[in-house]
Each structure stands twice: as C-alpha cells, then as structure tokens.
T-cell receptor
Framework: EDQVTQSPEALRLQEGESSSLNCSYTVSGLRGLFWYRQDPGKGPEFLFT???AGEEKEKERLKATLTKKESFLHITAPKPEDSATYLCAVHSGGGADGLTFGKGTHLIIQP | EAGVTQSPTHLIKTRGQQATLRCSPISGHTSVYWYQQALGLGLQFLLW???????NRGNFPPRFSGRQFPNYSSELNVNALELEDSALYLC??????????????FGNGTRLTVT
C-alpha cells in the first residue's frame, strides 16, 4: 500500500527564517510527486511536479527537491503570506485514483 | 484561463436530505475527481470520471454517486445525508491520465453542512 508521510505536522517560523518541509513516500513505481498549497477554506493550489530523483523546481521563495524516498520543500526567507498548509501527493499507479495525499504541514510565518 | 469552478460555495441540508454539488473543469481537461476534506483531516478520494465514465471510486458508501456530462462537467450526489457528511467537497480536473501523471487542479470547494 502506498504511503505518504509529511513532517512536521505544524511549523511556526519567524519572518525571514528559512526551513524545510519533508514528504517521505513508499510507493510502487513513482510516476509523479506533487506539492500543493492550501489556504483555509479553499482548494489546494498546485505548486510543483517532480518526476525523477535529482529533479528540482523553484518558484519565488520555494524550492522543491526529490530523492528516491522523499521530497523537500525548502522555504527561503519566508513572509507572512507564505502561511498555509502545504500538501504532498504521489502518483504511483496504485490506490483508487493513483494519487496518495499526505496530511500536510501547517506552516505559520510570524511577522 | 478559467480555473475549476464549483457550485454552490455553501450548502446547508438536513439529515436525510439529498445534496447535489456541481463542477466545471478547466477547458481541455477531461478527467474530473471528487475529494472529501473533513475538518482537520486529509483529502479522501471519492470518485474519478474520465471521458464520461466512472473510472474508480474510493471507500465511500453507494449513497455517494455522481456523473460526468458530455461537456466534461460533473456533479456529485449525496443521498440520505448524515451529520458526518459535513465537509469541504473538492473537485479537481486534469488532462487524461497517462503513465506520466499531470497535476490535478482544484476548485475552491463546496462547504456542505448537515444539521
């Protein structure tokens, strides 16, 4: 059974304090790993897709990286508007829809 | 480009009633997915439609059903509503599923409250 574990569950940072969120996965044949941002009461907003180990993607203060067992979402010099829940999902061909979501990391950036 | 649109944004029903939720995918997307997100919980997969057919369903009872129309829009029906059906229902769309999966794009959901 495919598994996706995100850590930490919650993270509180000061504005400008860089950190990383982790997404560990156990799947049978990774076909894609996705990062989303979700604000309260809204749908997840797509951020990045990673397909193979060693791949990196960047967008503003965010950078996503992928290894064979985990992905990291690095946040550099975050601002309060980066506060959100960050979700990781993997597609392996297993699971009812082929996509397994983690439970997310709730990130709070304090000014 | 318009994103995934869902209606209504909020829906209040009484236990035992039926609810119908609607979704319009991004233009060019043929796959539509439905997820339930209860308060404090992760996304739970409900249904997947592609090219008008149900491709798969998650571990939910049969009173959760839906369909996809020729224009690829979709609706989710929940019969005999129970209090625990209260949740945010999210619709997502994507290009047709292939060996390399393209990302799902989500709407902002319908907040269903059952009293």
């Amino acid at each position: 059974e495919d598994q996706v574990t995100q850590s930490p569950e919650a993270l509180r940072l000061q504005e400008g304090e860089s950190s990383s969120l982790n997404c560990s996965y156990t799947v049978s044949g990774l076909r894609g790993l996705f990062w989303y941002r979700q604000d309260p009461g809204k749908g997840p907003e797509f951020l990045f897709t990673l397909y193979s180990a060693g791949e990196e993607k960047e967008k503003e203060r965010l950078k996503a990286t992928l290894t064979k067992k985990e992905s990291f979402l690095h946040i550099t010099a975050p601002k309060p508007e980066d506060s959100a829940t960050y979700l990781c999902a993997v597609h392996s061909g297993g699971g009812a829809d082929g996509l397994t979501f983690g439970k997310g990391t709730h990130l709070i950036i304090q000014p | 480009e318009a994103g995934v649109t869902q209606s209504p944004t909020h829906l209040i029903k009484t236990r035992g009633q039926q609810a119908t939720l609607r979704c319009s995918p991004i233009s060019g997307h043929t796959s539509v997915y439905w997820y339930q997100q209860a308060l404090g919980l992760g996304l739970q997969f409900l249904l997947w439609y592609d090219e008008g057919e149900e491709r798969n369903r998650g571990n939910f009872p049969p009173r959760f059903s839906g369909r996809q129309f020729p224009n690829y829009s979709s609706e989710l029906n929940v019969n005999a509503l129970e209090l625990e059906d209260s949740a945010l229902y999210l619709c997502a769309s994507s290009l047709p599923a292939t060996a390399v999966r393209t990302p799902l794009h989500f709407g902002n959901g319908t907040r269903l409250t059952v009293t």
